[in-house]
């Protein structure tokens, strides 16, 4: 249908702004990073989710899943730990634009906080996998604007001895915008950390980087210390339990 003219002496309206995408965006190899800026999800509550399954069983068991499960699904790897469940903890390393650098995870019950500096919570500690959604990690994107860079990544602190075997996706929701979803490649290498995705301010925007980057940390150094050295975060680290 054709538009219809401004009456005389009127300049003609300024054109729309183009929609808002909410198709959901996978990141790859190839095309690794996504604005949330463009996507228009700067602002709100974004919820960051890590769902694993058994490799090769199709099944998805939320971000954690106990002996049983994995036993029902034929799966026999290192990963199975002679008894007990996998404990996998989702974490996030922050850094302020005025400085202010930490670490939300649930060592020393450091889940963070919504609403005052980091802006950033962990919702529980999910031991044994009971919980349906595992472990979620929550971002207030109404201070995106405070922020500079926020690493997240994944620890395993009890029951595996790697990554191995395993498959998972993860999800990152806006409250508004798209969803933003990548999966992990296979894991060849003995690592109890695995970097998930980088989120910064570059060129004005909240840009979201899938890294899917597994480490190896070396002889008595911590997972939580190793990915610090691997990104330059240069924190002081001391020993710390649940």
Same mark, same amino acid.
């Given at each position: 249908?054709?538009?219809?003219?401004?009456?005389?002496?009127?300049?003609?309206?300024?054109?729309?702004?183009?929609?808002?995408?909410?198709?959901?965006?996978?990141?790859?190899?190839?095309?690794?990073?996504?604005?949330? #800026?463009?996507?228009?999800?700067?602002?709100? &509550?974004?919820?960051?989710?890590?769902?694993?399954?058994?490799?090769?069983?199709?099944?998805?068991?939320?971000?954690?899943?106990?002996?049983?499960?994995?036993?029902? @699904?034929?799966?026999?790897?290192?990963?199975?730990?002679?008894?007990?469940?996998?404990?996998?903890?989702?974490?996030?390393?922050?850094?302020?634009?005025?400085?202010?650098?930490?670490?939300?995870?649930?060592?020393?019950?450091?889940?963070?906080?919504?609403?005052?500096?980091?802006?950033?919570?962990?919702?529980?500690?999910?031991?044994?996998?009971?919980? &349906?959604?595992?472990?979620? @990690? #929550?971002?207030? @994107?109404?201070?995106?604007?405070?922020?500079?860079?926020?690493?997240?990544?994944?620890?395993?602190?009890?029951?595996?001895?790697?990554?191995?075997?395993?498959?998972?996706?993860?999800?990152?929701?806006?409250?508004?915008?798209?969803?933003?979803?990548?999966?992990?490649?296979?894991?060849?290498?003995?690592? #109890?950390?695995?970097?998930?995705?980088?989120? #910064?301010?570059?060129?004005?925007?909240?840009?979201?980087?899938?890294?899917?980057?597994?480490?190896?940390? *070396?002889?008595?150094?911590?997972?939580?210390?190793?990915?610090?050295? *691997?990104?330059?975060?240069?924190?002081?680290?001391?020993?710390?339990?649940?």
């Amino acid at each position: 249908m054709a538009s219809i003219p401004p009456p005389p002496g009127q300049a003609a309206p300024a054109p729309a702004p183009a929609p808002v995408r909410l198709t959901k965006v996978t990141l790859t190899k190839d095309a690794p990073a996504v604005s949330l #800026t463009k996507q228009g999800g700067t602002s709100g &509550a974004m919820r960051v989710n890590l769902n694993w399954s058994a490799g090769g069983a199709g099944k998805r068991l939320g971000k954690k899943f106990g002996r049983k499960a994995m036993e029902a @699904l034929g799966a026999r790897s290192a990963l199975l730990p002679p008894s007990g469940d996998l404990d996998l903890d989702l974490c996030a390393l922050y850094e302020l634009t005025d400085g202010t650098a930490g670490v939300v995870h649930p060592l020393a019950q450091a889940f963070g906080d919504l609403h005052t500096p980091p802006y950033i919570q962990l919702d529980r500690d999910d031991r044994t996998g009971a919980v &349906a959604t595992g472990e979620n @990690l #929550t971002i207030n @994107l109404d201070h995106q604007a405070r922020f500079r860079r926020i690493l997240i990544f994944v620890t395993i602190y009890s029951g595996a001895r790697s990554f191995e075997g395993l498959d998972a996706t993860v999800t990152l929701q806006p409250q508004h915008g798209a969803p933003v979803e990548f999966t992990l490649d296979a894991c060849t290498v003995p690592a #109890t950390v695995c970097a998930l995705a980088l989120i #910064t301010h570059t060129g004005g925007e909240l840009v979201v980087q899938r890294e899917a980057r597994y480490l190896v940390p *070396a002889p008595g150094v911590s997972p939580q210390r190793t990915v610090d050295h *691997a990104y330059g975060w240069g924190l002081n680290w001391s020993p710390a339990s649940k």
